[in-house]
């Protein structure tokens, strides 16, 4: 079984400062993708980056880039340049690559607050 | 906007009741998935349809059924309600290939009183 944990509950930052979020994960497959998503107060589920666990090069979209680190089974999300309109819950989640059952496991969240 | 669609996006109800939420995939997809959010918590899987049959299962209640029909809409039915039950329900949908990305809703709340 696959299990995603994400150790910080609640973090805060500065506006315009940068900030990494953690989350580990655990399963013996070795073909899988691992997701951010954030999910603001109107509850949308809104996908923030992916990373194929079979690429070694980290995936940056934007603002937001990851540190993966397939051998301590490690998934980081770091928000440089932090907007107000980043706060929101940030969940890490795996899924297992195979064709036509693609479920996510889902992590509890990382509450993230931007500070004006 | 996500192409996945969800009814009723609000809904409240008594214990004891039954409730039917309803979601409409993104065109093409074959795949449609059920998670359970409950208060400031994660998603849980509930179970998951793939061409109008039932391909994964995760933490679903017995009480809990789902199915998907021939135009791919799938409807999520929740009987004999309890007041733990209340929280977000989300659909989300996936192409056949495997492109490993999931397309939410914006989904169904629920409150049982």
């Known amino acids: 079984a696959q299990t995603v944990t994400q150790s910080q509950p609640e973090m805060s930052v500065q506006e315009a400062e940068t900030v990494t979020l953690s989350c580990t994960y655990d399963t013996s497959e070795n073909n899988y993708y691992l997701f951010w998503y954030k999910q603001p107060p109107s509850r949308q589920m809104i996908l923030v980056i992916r990373?194929?666990?079979?690429?070694?090069q980290n995936a940056t979209e934007n603002r937001f880039s990851v540190n993966f680190q397939k051998a301590a089974k490690s998934f980081s999300l770091k928000i440089s340049d932090s907007q107000l309109g980043d706060t929101a819950m940030y969940f890490c989640a795996f899924m297992k690559r195979q064709t036509g059952a693609n479920n996510l496991f889902f992590g509890t969240g990382t509450r993230l607050t931007v500070i004006p | 906007d996500s192409g996945v669609t969800q009814t009723p996006k609000h809904l409240i109800t008594a214990t004891g009741q039954r409730v039917t939420l309803r979601c409409s995939p993104r065109s093409g997809d074959l795949s449609v998935y059920w998670y359970q959010q409950s208060l400031d918590q994660g998603l849980q899987f509930l179970i998951q349809?793939?061409?109008?049959?039932?391909?994964a299962k995760g933490n679903i209640l017995e009480r809990f059924s789902a199915q998907q029909f021939p135009d791919l809409h799938s409807e999520l039915n929740l009987s004999s309600l309890e007041l733990g039950d209340s929280a977000l329900y989300f659909c989300?949908?996936?192409?056949?290939?495997?492109?490993?990305?999931?397309?939410f809703g914006e989904g169904s709340r629920l409150t049982v009183l």
């Open positions: 989300a949908s996936s192409s056949p290939s495997v492109t490993g990305e999931l397309f």
């Open positions: 349809y793939y061409n109008g049959e039932e391909r």
């Open positions: 990373q194929e666990a079979y690429k070694q």
